[in-house]
């Protein structure tokens, strides 16, 4: 609310003064406001005594118009203490640069304190002399208690805050330098209050989280959406790294305007830890139960397939033996013989197909694609279920590992969809894009129903997320919106290509 406060000084009367001149018996001051009336208005002569006092300044301080007319205007204020200036101090400056302002205590006629601003106006007359003063005074006891509470509360939330060790809990300011930090934030991440505050809190980040831009990304969506939570990898004052859940909510005032971010931090190092070493016993167990399961198919192609092709044989050439031992070398003989040839021959083949299956000789000798190609159609002719091949990447040479970890997740994604998928058709994409190679398995069966999906060893998936993590992809498994299951994996080029 605006206030304007103007005073014309005049002279009234007819006594004349020693000089000839006239003078005023009374002073009257024409005073202009342009307020409402919970406003105290009054003036005051040129030693500080009240003149005029309006209906305001009466139910502000208790004064009534006759009881305050001619008392000092030091009567409006509490004893003189280190935070309350003298009366007379404020009246001196007011004379001195034309006005003065004060907010602070002052005291009501029972005593009682309140809290008020006061604007004092020197009033001169046309020669320039001090003819007095115009005060207006707005009683702020409301809004001081108020904004003393919520001092109060501010306090002990922040003690409260200073007091958690478990959780850093800080300011940030829009642009995201830290404005404030607690116990927790020093304990976790090792930084002392006065060698952070300031700092853009990017610095809790690794080089690789602030090169693709995290903070700045975390910011913008907790401004967007209202919250931003990630884990990640995080970095202390001493440069060691800790595995952190952080959320982050912005902070607005009452018309919407951004005035900082909240930031709270947990260390969930020993729980990433304990997850590692779960993965690790759920990996190793899942090595084992592979390692087995290959043990017993070769075993079993060994038994079914080639032992039989070499007992066959066997027999063939103990027959042929004695035929030959009796001297009869007839035509029954040289058709022995043949079969046998033709026996050795799939004995032979048996055999490159259980050490193809064991390691494909064809990854070494023609590459990756190839390879892909080759097992595309093995596993169409094997079980009858159409394969159609996407690959593009034939101008990526391959690292012999990244070779074989892809060729081995496109293998077990087939050996999914010949298990479980009940699929017509399958689809395999090897693709380059951007700084990324994508390897794709696409089917059209079943899908994983709601008890399995969700799990990462579900489908004897677990294989396939490893080998993506250890050239540092990222994995996707799961049902398509369009029906079908789809095995998707992401990889950096300099993860997989020789260097």
Known sequence: MEVSVTGEPGLTGNEETGSGGKVSGERRYHFAIDIDGE????????????????????????????EILGKPFSVLYPAASADVPLPTDLLARAAATGRAYYEGWHARKDGARFWASVLVIAQRR??????????????????????????????????????????????????????????GAERIKGYRAEEIIGHHFSIFYPPEGRAAGLPERMLETASTQGRSEAEGWRV???????????????????????????????????????????????????????REDEKKRIARELHDDLGQQLTALKMSAVILKQEVEAGHCTMKTAAMARGIVTQTDE???????????????????????????????????????????????????????????????????????????????????????????????????RGAGPASSGKSDSFGLLGIRERVRQLNGAAWLGNKPEGGFSVKASFPLDSIVHR
């Open 39 to 66: 406003y105290a208005v009054f003036t005051l002569d040129s030693i500080g005594q009240v003149e005029t006092w309006n209906a305001a300044a009466e139910r502000v301080t208790g004064y009534g118009a006759v």
């Open 126 to 183: 046309e020669q320039g002399d001090l003819a007095g003063f115009a005060a207006v005074a707005h009683d702020f006891s409301s809004r001081h208690l108020i904004e003393a509470r919520l001092r109060r509360s501010e306090q002990r939330l922040q003690v409260m805050i200073d007091s958690v060790e478990d959780y850093a809990i800080f300011m940030l300011s829009p642009t995201g330098e830290v404005a404030t930090w607690n116990t």
């Open 236 to 290: 202390r004052s001493d440069g060691s790294r800790f595995w952190a859940d952080v959320i982050i909510t912005p902070i607005r005032d009452d018309t919407g305007t951004l005035q900082g971010f909240t930031k709270v931090t947990r260390d969930l190092t020993e729980h990433k830890r304990l997850e590692e070493l779960e993965h690790v016993g759920k990996l190793a167990a899942a090595a084992e139960r592979a």
């Open 347 to 445: 004995t032979m083949s048996a055999v490159r197909r259980i050490a193809s299956d064991l390691r494909p000789t064809m990854l070494d000798d023609l590459g990756l694609l190839p390879a892909v190609e080759w097992l595309a159609d093995e596993f169409s002719r094997r079980y009858g279920i159409k394969v159609n091949t996407r690959l593009s990447a034939g101008e990526l040479e391959f690292s012999d590992t990244a070779a074989t970890a892809i060729f081995r997740i496109v293998q077990e994604a087939l050996t999914n969809v010949a298990r479980h998928a009940y699929a017509t058709e399958v689809t395999i994409t090897i693709e380059p894009e951007s700084s990324q190679c994508e390897v794709r398995i696409d089917d059209d069966g």
